[in-house]
Every structure is written in C-alpha cells, then in structure tokens.
C-alpha cells in the first residue's frame, strides 16, 4: 500500500481557501490513508466534519472504481481533451466506459475536432461502433451533423458497410437524403459499394430512388458503374427509371458499358434499357469499343441485333484513337460470328471505298472509313473462305478502269508540251481529274494490296496479283509520285514489306527530306504495339526490376541483363541504375547509351579496331581472337538498335563503310580509304590509267596475313587463273573492295546485324544514307552555343537578363567543344546532340528545352548541380563571374558522370 503524506491544513485556512483553484485533490490538500482509515473504522467521524467525510468517501470511491476499471472515472477538462480521450474508446467500441464517462460529465457530445471537423458520433459510424454510437445518441449526438465534407454519420456508415449503426442511426430520425459535398447521400454510398442488404433496409426510410449527386448520377447509374449485381437488381424491383439520364446524358447502360460491367447489362436490358446517344453522341456500344470490351458489346449486339448495321461505321471512326480496344471487342467477336463480320466489313469497305472515289464526297472522312474497315478486316482474316472479299472484287475492277483513264488522261496532257509544264498545269487546275483523284486512288491502291496479302500463301513474299498490278500501271504510279511523292508516306508504306517494288521507288523516297523520313521512319517503326494491357504488365514489370549494372563492368553487365531480356519487352520500357549510385530515369538511361557505346570500342573486347582518321571503328577482322566476340557484336547491335528505337544518342562513330553495311549498302573502293589510305589511292591508280601494258601480272587473288600466316584468296572462283586487265580492272577493284570491306568482317556483319535488326527493321532502316543514319545513331559532336542558348528556359526567379544567366553563357562561349560536351554531358547525361539542334532534347514525356533554375548562393563550397532527367541545370546565384567560371568547370570536371545525393 503506498502512502500519501501531507500535513493537513488548518480548518480556517480550509474555509478560506478558494475551492475553484484548489481541493482534496490538489498537491496541497492530501489525506494519509493510513491514519485516517483506524479512525473512520472506530467511528470517531467527530475528527473531521461532516461535509469532509462526504467528500472524503467520494473520492475514496472514485479511487477505487478508478483502480478496478483501469483508467481515470472523469473526463478531461476541456472539450478538445475530453473528446480525444473517448475517442480510443469509441474505437474500442468501450460503450459502458463510454457511458460512464458521459454520465458526470459536461462534455459537449456535438463537439466537432480534428481536420475534419467531426463528432465522436461520426467516428463510432466510422468504425463499426453500435453500442458507442447509440450511447452517444442518447446523449443528444445530432445524427444528421456534417463535416467539413458534408458527410454525416450515417453516409460514414453506409460508405463502410456498417449495417447496425446505419440501423440505430435511422431510429433516431437520421435524413438519408442529406447530401454532402460532392451530392452524394446514402443510398448513392451504398450504391457505390455494393451493399444491397443495407440499403434494403434504407428503401423502407426513402421515397425517392431519383436522388441526385451534383452530376446528375442516381444510385443506380452509380451502381451500374461499379458493377454491383445485386443492388442494381434490388434498385430495379423497388421502381427506379433505368433510362434516366445524368446532366451529361448518361444512362445507367451508359456508365455499365463504359465500364466493361458484363454482369449489369443483363437486368438493365431486361427493365427495358434504350441504346441511347449521350451528348456527346457516345452510345453504349461506342463506349464498348472505346474501352475494349467484347463481351459486353456481344451483350448488346444480342439483344439490340439492329446494332450490327452501325457496327463497322462506329468502329472505323474510333480505330485510330483506341487501336487495341476496338481490335480486341471485334476478335472477341470474331469467334461466335465470323461470317457476319468479315462480310460487314468487307461490304462496308467496298462502299467505303467507291464514296471515296466519289469527287464530291468528304476526303477526311471516307479515306479514314476505308482505310480503317479493310485494316480490321485484313487483321482479322485467318485464312479460309475468300469469298469474304468478294465484295471488294467490284472496287478493284473499278481501280483498274481509273489507272486506264488516268494513263490517257496524263498522256493526253503531256502531248505538245514538256513534263514540267504538264504537271505544273495538273496542279494548278483543282477541276483536273488528276489534281482531285490522285490521293484518293493512292488510297485506294494501299487498300488493294493489304487484301492482297491476305490471300497471298507466301506472307514474305508480294502477292503475284498486286505485283503484276503495280508493273502494268507504273507509268501512272510514277506520274503521280512525281506530282504529290508525300504520298509514299501517306499510303505506300506497304513498300516497306515488298522489297521487289520498293527498288523502284527507293531513290524518290530517299529524295524527300531527311525530316519527312525520319518522321515516315518512327511513325512505321512505332505503330501498331501490341494490346495496352500487355503494355502496361511490362511496364510494371520493368519499373520494378530496372537493369542494374555497375559503372566498372558497364560491357559485361549490360550484356548479361541484355540477354535476359526480349526485344518486344525493352521496346516498351528500359530504366537502367548504376550500382551505389542515387540517379535513375531518363537521364540516367541517356548516360547509360553514351557510356556503354563507347566502351563496346574498348580495344579490350577487340570488336572494333580504329581507322586511320583516329576517330572512327571499323569491325576488327582478327575479332576471333575473343570466342565470344559473335555474341558480343549482336549485343553491340541490340544497343544501337534499342538507343535508335528509343531516340536516344550513342557516342560512338564508324566507318562510312560500316554504316552502308548496316544499311545494306553495297561498299565501293572509296571506302578502303578509311582504313587503309595508300591502298585506296592505289586502287584509284588503276582505275584511272590504262594498266594494258604495264606488266603488273595481277590476278584475281589476294595474299593476306591471318595470324601471321599469308594466304592467298580468290577473289572469284578459278581467280589465279584469271589476269587483270583493263577491261576487267573495275571488277578487280570492286571484289577487292568487298573482300578488304566486307567478306573478311562478314560473320561479325551478320552478328551486328542480327541485333540491329531485333529492334530496326531492315526495310525501314534503308530509306537513310549512310550519313543520315550517323546522324540518327550519334547526333553531332559539334556544339552550337547560339543554338543551345535560344531552347533555354529559365526557372526559379532567373530570367535571360540575369546576371548569373549572363555570365554563364559568357562561359560557354569561352569553352572549347570537348568543354561544351563535358557540360551538356553533365546537365542531360548525353554527350551529343540530336541532328535537328537542341530544340529536339527528349525527356521522359518527350522533347524539352534545356532549363537553368535558380539556387541560393550559400556558401564557397557550393557547385551547380544538374538533373538530367529533365535536362536542368542548377545554378547557385554566384557573386561574381570568376566564381561562377571556376565552380561550373570544377562541376563539370569531376561530375560529368556518375550520380550521388543532392
């Protein structure tokens, strides 16, 4: 028993005192229990008074009740105490404490705290607890009070499901009509969450099923949107409109389909849902395609079998935005209706196509209608019955009748006057047949050959039909490329798939901008990625397991990881972080290409060997000293491809003969030059004299040293035997050329190649020169301080009028080119520049401008600092320019690569 001792005041100064401030409990006033209780117990009461034995009991039993219930019978002063105290045992669900404590109390239980503002009644909805909640209630707790976010108890409760306190709230007049904030009252979160047991119990407290939120959505639109079954159906049997509709034009068939909720569709459609448009013009169906769901439009197209006839049209409209969903909804319906299908589409392709041919009709829309339904269509087809593309049969007759009237209407033209002049006629009279149908038929033509390949057995090779098409109509195809040859890009990309005809063609091609090819090349290159939701599941993938690879061991980490990984997976998504380093994101990642690029030159791994400029690499034809080396150089072609797929810069350059072997270029004696300079002028020698009777005595063979041992090669079978002469010196050039440039490097070719082309296809990759694609691969090397200072921003306070802005670029302008690249290396984490200038830097989202922010200038120590994910520079606000000068080269120097804490 511990014992409390204190000398006990005088009677006088007891009836002096102020009780408000002081009492039995306070330090001053304290009983020893000890003494006192041998005194109480012998009935001498007549020590203290009467009034005191009073207070003394009561305290004695407050202590006690204390004691057992393990807590403190009182409440704090103080509403805001007092109320923080019950609320762990209203999560308790503690009522009798609750009740006790209440009951000698003058807490105020309306009292509303927290950031919410709520009232312990709200808390107890909150959490489940019945019996707190209706002690609560019995003390007056206000059952329609609202927070801050105009929920009341019973939405809390209702929201989580919380039958009894919904229950008890009701029995004491709770207002389920109340809304809050956003409009939503009870039943819509009951309708939200699918608790049809409880809303029952509501309906019987509610007259109006119709009750708004602040859109215009019903419960039932809401329950129609979150797929709840059941409280739909309960919903549906007590009356509620299953065609109204929301301030945007919603109905509840809207918000299932839009959803993908196949379950809903059923009970709606059987209360008599009407497919409606909203205002926007979406109708349940449109809104299936959008979203991808096949087994909800089957629904509708079941029991709505008119909607068929709108299919087709609705589909093309929405191809282009929603690729994946509406290909995914019509394989969905391939397999219970492929006839029906494959026959719409085919008839409404060929109806397509003979308005688009049509001079009156809307260009835009008919060429997007035809070319969208023979691409479904074309997607589609498995093989099998070909009688589905018979109703296009009458389209490519008419094609056929167009190409014979253009090829005498375009002669026509051109009797009696030159080519220029024709052409320039065509153009400028917009009622010439020529000028109006040229693109139309090219359309047309794109539409031909995808049904073509269809039906074609050899998918690799161009159909024999359309092959024969294009040669009896080249005459009227190259007029009209001559006229317009933007129509290359916009219908002929099928050239890229047909390489016997794209010979024809190549030289126009390679004849438009290199900016309209780079924009054809990744507009091919990206388009049609498989289904958003395989996307997203390698994202996801990706972003929790980056490629890790220490700065030390870039190659062979690199190239492990790289093994692991399919091409289709990194087409979607690469993040790379460098072992105990902070940075990661697409700074990082450029840092990576530029890095490891240079490092696959590392005379190491002895896959490339310097040319004779010292700047460029050529393959290393001893490369086999390295048993990996096959293997090496397909991975050297995996990252040049990826770093090209993904727009990024390499720094590294090669050989313009190397380049064309990537291109499938063939090399010429020029070339030689690059790694051997005297023997190209040598061959240039005997090309430009007459070697007739110079006695060189030189066959079509060759001596060269492999490993230290001299072979002799043939250039050509039985070449020993065959002398050089000036009728034949050409070919000697050219098979020495090729043996030097090509067929003593070719496996190490073939290995590159092979992961180039994993990434790049071969067809896309061959409307570029050789000097294009370095410009592609590496971008320029050569610093433009103007150009770099007009895509700046300036954030952070910093203007392009600022001091410290002033004095930076007053720097850059001082630094040498490698300066300027150990800069742009530090900001971006690439060395190099993209061949359009720095107005095309990419970021994540996409192209940026390079941006300098502000940071305070604390003190002597402090550099700039860079985040190259968003190509940003920071730069402390530095007193002076020596200052600024001396930390950004210091910065530069020592933190051109590598990433640490800021």
Request: overall charge negative.
């Given at each position: 028993?511990?014992?409390?001792?204190?000398?006990?005041?005088?009677?006088?100064?007891?009836?002096?005192?102020?009780?408000?401030?002081?009492?039995?409990?306070?330090?001053?006033?304290?009983?020893?229990?000890?003494?006192?209780?041998?005194?109480?117990?012998?009935?001498?009461?007549?020590?203290?008074?009467?009034?005191?034995?009073?207070?003394?009991?009561?305290?004695?039993?407050?202590?006690?009740?204390?004691?057992?219930?393990?807590?403190?019978?009182?409440?704090?002063?103080?509403?805001?105490?007092?109320?923080?105290?019950?609320?762990?045992?209203?999560?308790?669900?503690?009522?009798?404490?609750?009740?006790?404590?209440?009951?000698?109390?003058?807490?105020?239980?309306?009292?509303?705290?927290?950031?919410?503002?709520?009232?312990?009644?709200?808390?107890?909805?909150?959490?489940?607890?019945?019996?707190?909640?209706?002690?609560?209630?019995?003390?007056?707790?206000?059952?329609?009070?609202?927070?801050?976010?105009?929920?009341?108890?019973?939405?809390?409760?209702?929201?989580?499901?919380?039958?009894?306190?919904?229950?008890?709230?009701?029995?004491?007049?709770?207002?389920?009509?109340?809304?809050?904030?956003?409009?939503?009252?009870?039943?819509?979160?009951?309708?939200?969450?699918?608790?049809?047991?409880?809303?029952?119990?509501?309906?019987?407290?509610?007259?109006?099923?119709?009750?708004?939120?602040?859109?215009?959505?019903?419960?039932?639109?809401?329950?129609?949107?979150?797929?709840?079954?059941?409280?739909?159906?309960?919903?549906?049997?007590?009356?509620?409109?299953?065609?109204?509709?929301?301030?945007?034009?919603?109905?509840?068939?809207?918000?299932?389909?839009?959803?993908?909720?196949?379950?809903?569709?059923?009970?709606?459609?059987?209360?008599?849902?009407?497919?409606?448009?909203?205002?926007?013009?979406?109708?349940?169906?449109?809104?299936?395609?959008?979203?991808?769901?096949?087994?909800?439009?089957?629904?509708?197209?079941?029991?709505?079998?008119?909607?068929?006839?709108?299919?087709?049209?609705?589909?093309?409209?929405?191809?282009?935005?929603?690729?994946?969903?509406?290909?995914?909804?019509?394989?969905?319906?391939?397999?219970?209706?492929?006839?029906?299908?494959?026959?719409?589409?085919?008839?409404?392709?060929?109806?397509?196509?003979?308005?688009?041919?049509?001079?009156?009709?809307?260009?835009?829309?008919?060429?997007?209608?035809?070319?969208?339904?023979?691409?479904?269509?074309?997607?589609?087809?498995?093989?099998?019955?070909?009688?589905?593309?018979?109703?296009?049969?009458?389209?490519?007759?008419?094609?056929?009748?167009?190409?014979?009237?253009?090829?005498?209407?375009?002669?026509?033209?051109?009797?009696?006057?030159?080519?220029?002049?024709?052409?320039?006629?065509?153009?400028?009279?917009?009622?010439?047949?020529?000028?109006?149908?040229?693109?139309?038929?090219?359309?047309?033509?794109?539409?031909?050959?995808?049904?073509?390949?269809?039906?074609?057995?050899?998918?690799?090779?161009?159909?024999?039909?359309?092959?024969?098409?294009?040669?009896?109509?080249?005459?009227?195809?190259?007029?009209?490329?001559?006229?317009?040859?933007?129509?290359?890009?916009?219908?002929?990309?099928?050239?890229?798939n047909c390489a016997d005809i794209m010979a024809h063609f190549l030289n126009v091609i390679k004849g438009r901008s290199f900016n309209e090819r780079h924009d054809w090349f990744y507009e091919n290159l990206h388009s049609k990625r498989v289904k958003e939701a395989e996307q997203r599941i390698r994202m996801n993938t990706r972003l929790s397991n980056p490629i890790m690879v220490r700065r030390d061991h870039v190659f062979e980490d690199s190239c492990d990881a790289m093994e692991k990984e399919s091409p289709d997976s990194l087409k979607f998504y690469i993040s790379v972080l460098f072992k105990d380093e902070e940075g990661m994101g697409a700074g990082v990642l450029r840092e990576w290409f530029?890095?490891?690029?240079?490092?696959?030159?590392?005379?190491?791994?002895?896959?490339?060997?310097?040319?004779?400029?010292?700047?460029?690499?050529?393959?290393?034809?001893?490369?086999?000293?390295?048993?990996?080396?096959?293997?090496?150089?397909?991975?050297?072609?995996?990252?040049?491809?990826?770093?090209?797929?993904?727009?990024?810069?390499?720094?590294?350059?090669?050989?313009?003969?190397?380049?064309?072997?990537?291109?499938?270029?063939?090399?010429?004696?020029?070339?030689?030059?690059?790694?051997?300079?005297?023997?190209?002028?040598?061959?240039?020698?005997?090309?430009?004299?007459?070697?007739?009777?110079?006695?060189?005595?030189?066959?079509?063979?060759?001596?060269?040293?492999?490993?230290?041992?001299?072979?002799?090669?043939?250039?050509?079978?039985?070449?020993?035997?065959?002398?050089?002469?000036?009728?034949?010196?050409?070919?000697?050039?050219?098979?020495?050329?090729?043996?030097?440039?090509?067929?003593?490097?070719?496996?190490?070719?073939?290995?590159?190649?092979?992961?180039?082309?994993?990434?790049?296809?071969?067809?896309?990759?061959?409307?570029?020169?050789?000097?294009?694609?370095?410009?592609?691969?590496?971008?320029?090397?050569?610093?433009?301080?103007?150009?770099?200072?007009?895509?700046?921003?300036?954030?952070?306070?910093?203007?392009?009028?600022?001091?410290?802005?002033?004095?930076?670029?007053?720097?850059?302008?001082?630094?040498?080119?490698?300066?300027?690249?150990?800069?742009?290396?530090?900001?971006?984490?690439?060395?190099?520049?993209?061949?359009?200038?720095?107005?095309?830097?990419?970021?994540?989202?996409?192209?940026?401008?390079?941006?300098?922010?502000?940071?305070?200038?604390?003190?002597?120590?402090?550099?700039?600092?860079?985040?190259?994910?968003?190509?940003?520079?920071?730069?402390?606000?530095?007193?002076?320019?020596?200052?600024?000068?001396?930390?950004?080269?210091?910065?530069?120097?020592?933190?051109?690569?590598?990433?640490?804490?800021?």
């Amino acid at each position: 028993m511990c014992n409390k001792t204190i000398t006990k005041p005088q009677h006088t100064s007891i009836r002096n005192q102020d009780r408000g401030s002081r009492g039995w409990n306070s330090p001053t006033f304290k009983i020893n229990l000890s003494v006192v209780r041998p005194i109480f117990c012998t009935g001498l009461r007549t020590v203290i008074s009467g009034n005191l034995y009073s207070v003394y009991m009561d305290h004695l039993y407050k202590l006690a009740r204390s004691l057992r219930s393990a807590r403190t019978i009182q409440l704090p002063e103080g509403n805001e105490a007092a109320a923080r105290y019950l609320m762990s045992f209203v999560f308790g669900n503690q009522h009798r404490s609750v009740a006790d404590l209440l009951g000698n109390s003058n807490f105020d239980v309306n009292y509303a705290f927290g950031r919410v503002e709520r009232i312990l009644l709200q808390i107890a909805a909150n959490v489940g607890s019945a019996e707190c909640l209706s002690v609560l209630l019995k003390h007056g707790s206000d059952p329609n009070y609202q927070d801050i976010s105009g929920c009341t108890a019973l939405h809390l409760a209702a929201r989580n499901g919380k039958r009894r306190c919904v229950q008890k709230l009701l029995e004491y007049k709770a207002d389920p009509t109340i809304r809050n904030n956003e409009g939503l009252s009870t039943m819509h979160w009951l309708a939200v969450n699918g608790r049809a047991e409880i809303l029952i119990d509501l309906l019987s407290h509610v007259t109006d099923l119709e009750l708004e939120d602040y859109q215009g959505q019903t419960p039932l639109h809401v329950a129609s949107k979150n797929g709840h079954k059941k409280t739909v159906q309960v919903l549906l049997e007590r009356g509620a409109d299953v065609n109204k509709v929301t301030h945007a034009g919603y109905t509840a068939l809207h918000f299932a389909c839009r959803h993908g909720q196949r379950d809903i569709i059923p009970p709606l459609l059987e209360y008599g849902a009407h497919h409606l448009p909203n205002k926007e013009g979406g109708t349940p169906m449109t809104l299936c395609l959008s979203g991808g769901y096949g087994a909800v439009l089957q629904s509708l197209l079941n029991h709505f079998p008119r909607l068929y006839n709108t299919l087709v049209p609705a589909s093309t409209k929405l191809l282009r935005q929603h690729y994946d969903a509406v290909m995914s909804c019509f394989r969905h319906l391939y397999v219970t209706n492929k006839l029906t299908i494959l026959n719409s589409l085919a008839e409404f392709s060929a109806n397509s196509g003979f308005q688009l041919l049509s001079v009156s009709s809307d260009y835009d829309i008919q060429v997007a209608n035809f070319k969208s339904a023979v691409e479904i269509l074309t997607v589609l087809y498995e093989g099998g019955d070909a009688a589905v593309f018979q109703p296009l049969e009458i389209l490519w007759k008419s094609l056929e009748e167009w190409m014979v009237f253009l090829e005498d209407e375009i002669k026509e033209n051109n009797s009696g006057e030159s080519d220029q002049n024709a052409v320039e006629n065509v153009a400028s009279d917009s009622r010439n047949v020529l000028a109006v149908t040229h693109d139309r038929i090219c359309a047309i033509i794109e539409g031909f050959y995808l049904c073509m390949q269809c039906l074609n057995e050899t998918k690799t090779s161009t159909p024999a039909r359309f092959k024969e098409f294009i040669q009896h109509r080249r005459y009227v195809i190259n007029y009209l490329i001559e006229k317009d040859s933007q129509i290359i890009f916009k219908h002929f990309s099928f050239l890229l798939n047909c390489a016997d005809i794209m010979a024809h063609f190549l030289n126009v091609i390679k004849g438009r901008s290199f900016n309209e090819r780079h924009d054809w090349f990744y507009e091919n290159l990206h388009s049609k990625r498989v289904k958003e939701a395989e996307q997203r599941i390698r994202m996801n993938t990706r972003l929790s397991n980056p490629i890790m690879v220490r700065r030390d061991h870039v190659f062979e980490d690199s190239c492990d990881a790289m093994e692991k990984e399919s091409p289709d997976s990194l087409k979607f998504y690469i993040s790379v972080l460098f072992k105990d380093e902070e940075g990661m994101g697409a700074g990082v990642l450029r840092e990576w290409f530029d890095v490891l690029s240079n490092e696959i030159c590392n005379p190491e791994y002895a896959l490339f060997t310097q040319s004779d400029d010292g700047c460029t690499f050529q393959p290393n034809s001893n490369s086999a000293i390295n048993p990996d080396h096959l293997n090496y150089f397909c991975f050297a072609g995996r990252i040049l491809g990826l770093a090209l797929y993904h727009k990024q810069l390499v720094n590294v350059y090669f050989t313009r003969s190397f380049y064309k072997h990537i291109l499938g270029i063939p090399v010429d004696y020029t070339d030689v030059a690059s790694i051997d300079p005297e023997y190209a002028k040598n061959l240039q020698w005997i090309l430009d004299n007459d070697i007739s009777e110079l006695g060189l005595d030189l066959t079509f063979t060759v001596e060269t040293d492999v490993f230290g041992s001299m072979q002799e090669i043939e250039l050509k079978p039985g070449g020993s035997d065959i002398l050089v002469n000036e009728e034949n010196k050409a070919e000697y050039v050219q098979l020495v050329t090729e043996l030097r440039m090509t067929r003593a490097i070719q496996p190490q070719i073939d290995a590159f190649r092979q992961g180039f082309n994993a990434f790049i296809p071969q067809s896309l990759i061959q409307i570029f020169t050789e000097e294009e694609l370095e410009l592609l691969l590496s971008g320029l090397s050569e610093i433009d301080s103007d150009d770099w200072r007009s895509h700046t921003k300036y954030s952070g306070g910093y203007t392009e009028d600022s001091e410290v802005i002033k004095w930076f670029w007053q720097c850059v302008q001082g630094m040498s080119n490698g300066g300027k690249i150990m800069l742009l290396q530090f900001s971006t984490g690439c060395s190099r520049v993209p061949h359009r200038g720095f107005s095309q830097l990419h970021t994540v989202g996409g192209k940026a401008n390079f941006v300098i922010t502000y940071l305070p200038y604390r003190d002597d120590d402090e550099l700039p600092t860079a985040s190259t994910c968003i190509n940003m520079l920071k730069i402390p606000d530095y007193p002076s320019y020596e200052c600024l000068d001396q930390k950004l080269k210091i910065a530069i120097r020592c933190g051109s690569q590598g990433y640490a804490k800021t």
